[in-house]
């Protein structure tokens, strides 16, 4: 395995990564708990290897979250624990760079719990497929990871489990890292001053329930339905796939209009997150 220093000045399909991704029982870091870990390791523009365990969460998840990645409290009851799936989680990741869609979130799920091993994820070169897809990849009808993958026809999976998840970024990695070639971004050292990596995210302590709910929908690429009344007073049903809160704002991919689009959040009336495929509101047909 190279050295950090090693790392920066290799180009970006020689270095080692491992692309993570997890499920979790809800959106919140410190109140809510792991139940999946996916990972794989790319080295080359290849998968070398694997990594997936379902995780004991010891609480007992919502319908709403379910409905998200389908794993029942039935199916975690007789899962390892957190603290018994970690070491051999950190033997599979090594010295890798770390890489994932919102990366961000899942550290902020993981490096709690990583902290007493004396581990911190974050100080390791971090790859965030979310922020570097919007930069690279302009004019994408929506940056989730599902959207991603069905326009740049990245090789098919199942959305919303961890390994799967882990799969697609992958795939998407090596093609934002042909991307990077093409502006003259060849190594790791050049990429993390080109964009550097903007952080996990802050606490969600204090958010609105519409705020939850945005964020819940974000990170698992999840459509919006809701009811907003526009600046001349006018209500309308939408479905939108959000991608980015700024408060007041919510910028998503609207369903009517087919282009992204900013939105006020006071001025939503209703909301309900879409966890399966279904019609788009009445007003959008």
């Not at 990564?17 to 790319?42: F, K, Q, R």
């Not at 770390?98 to 994820?121: E, K, M, T, W, Y």
């Amino acid at each position: 395995m190279p050295t950090l220093d090693q790392l920066y000045s290799l180009s970006l399909h020689q270095i080692p990564i491992a692309v993570i991704d997890l499920e979790t029982t809800g959106l919140h870091a410190h109140t809510d708990s792991i139940c999946e870990i996916g990972a794989v390791l790319l080295e080359g523009g290849e998968i070398l290897d694997e990594y997936t365990t379902l995780v004991n969460p010891q609480q007992i998840m919502s319908e709403d979250v379910i409905a998200i990645h389908h794993l029942t409290n039935e199916m975690l009851v007789n899962a390892p624990l957190l603290p018994q799936v970690l070491p051999d989680f950190l033997q599979f990741v090594g010295a890798s760079v770390i890489a994932g869609h919102n990366v961000g979130f899942d550290l902020s799920f993981l490096n709690p719990s990583l902290r007493p091993l004396g581990i911190d994820l974050s100080q390791r070169p971090i790859l965030d497929t979310a922020q570097l897809a919007r930069k690279l990849l302009k004019g994408a009808s929506g940056y989730s990871l599902s959207r991603l993958a069905g326009e740049f026809e990245l090789p098919a999976t199942q959305f919303h489990r961890a390994l799967d998840d882990a799969r697609t970024t992958a795939y998407l990695l090596s093609l934002l890292f042909d991307r990077l070639a093409e502006q003259g971004v060849h190594t790791l050292s050049q990429l993390t001053e080109t964009f550097p990596f903007r952080g996990t995210p802050s606490s969600s302590e204090g958010l609105s329930p519409l705020e939850e709910a945005l964020w819940m929908a974000i990170e698992h690429s999840l459509p919006v339905d809701i009811r907003y009344r526009n600046r001349n007073d006018v209500v309308r049903q939408r479905r939108i796939t959000p991608e980015r809160l700024a408060s007041p704002y919510v910028y998503a991919f609207c369903h009517l209009r087919r282009e992204q689009r900013c939105f006020r959040m006071d001025r939503i009336e209703h909301y309900k997150v879409i966890s399966e495929k279904s019609n788009p509101p009445e007003n959008e047909k």
